[in-house]
């Protein structure tokens, strides 16, 4: 069993989008799968250089796709991402100096997760479905 499942409700309804949501949804499950086999501490460091990396790339992505459908609340939608990704820069300090658990991240991750994909993105859902040969 997996910790997150992907389902309907986390859809954008832009398959790029969906496949670039699944892939974080992975992400939080393998460090889930890490922690049940006890090895949740080895697994903070890769997960946080990998996130790190995938984050920056699908915000651009989001991001470029939104300006291109002039998207109202493009500003905002930014400086959430901006946020979360000083929340993983926060995170990977706390792991360098010991005090980040495993489970403290996974719970953080999926939290995120749920609130920024089923709130924040669903937001922009309709600006982009209307016509993603502009972006893609």
């Not at 939104?66 to 400086?79: E, F, I, S």
């Not at 749920?114 to 937001?123: E, Y």
Request: aromatic content about 12%.
């Amino acid at each position: 069993m997996s910790f997150i499942d992907w389902n309907d409700n986390f859809s954008v309804n832009v398959p790029l989008f969906d496949e670039e949501h699944k892939k974080l949804v992975q992400m939080t499950n393998t460090l889930y799968d890490a922690i049940k086999q006890g090895k949740g501490k080895d697994a903070i460091s890769p997960l946080l250089k990998d996130l790190t990396l995938y984050v920056s790339t699908h915000f651009t992505h989001e991001e470029c796709a939104m300006q291109k459908c002039n998207y109202p609340d493009l500003a905002a939608h930014k400086k959430a991402h901006a946020e979360f990704i000083k929340k993983v820069s926060d995170y990977m300090r706390l792991h360098l100096n010991g005090t980040l658990t495993a489970n403290q991240l996974l719970n953080a991750l999926r939290d995120w997760l749920i609130q920024h994909i089923c709130n924040i993105d669903k937001d922009y859902a309709p600006f982009l479905k209307k016509d993603q040969t502009l972006f893609f």
